[in-house]
């Protein structure tokens, strides 16, 4: 089992920044793949990033060049860095943790609200 709860979510203008954090606890972390998803009203959640625990990244076409997943293993963290923000990036953003070799082992965390206004 995982826990995780994320951090840093708020309100801001168009081209502004935000880093959203995410805490884990329970499990091993090196272990779990960790991501970043999204889910704005009336839409499906949707990936925004994903790093495995050796660094490697993914990103959706729609955040490249503007946001930045990282991952501190000693403190069971990650972090997205998001720049340059736009209204179409306000959703609830979640934290997810899945296993990287074990098959239901995916968890998430409660969400975080970004708003960015125009």
């Known amino acids: 089992q995982v826990q995780l709860v994320e951090s840093g979510g708020g309100l801001v203008q168009a081209g502004g920044s935000l880093r959203l954090s995410c805490a884990a606890s329970g499990s091993i972390f090196r272990d779990y793949v960790m991501g970043w998803y999204r889910q704005a009203p009336g839409n499906q959640r949707e990936l925004v990033a994903t790093?495995?625990?050796?660094?490697?990244?993914n990103y959706a076409d729609s955040v490249k060049g503007r946001f930045t997943i990282s991952r501190d293993n000693a403190k069971n963290t990650v972090y997205l860095q998001m720049n340059s923000l736009k209204p179409e990036d306000t959703a609830v953003y979640y934290c997810n943790a899945k296993h990287s070799r074990f098959t239901g082992f995916n968890f998430w965390g409660q969400g975080t609200q970004v708003t960015v206004s125009s």
């Open positions: 790093i495995t625990s050796g660094g490697d990244t």
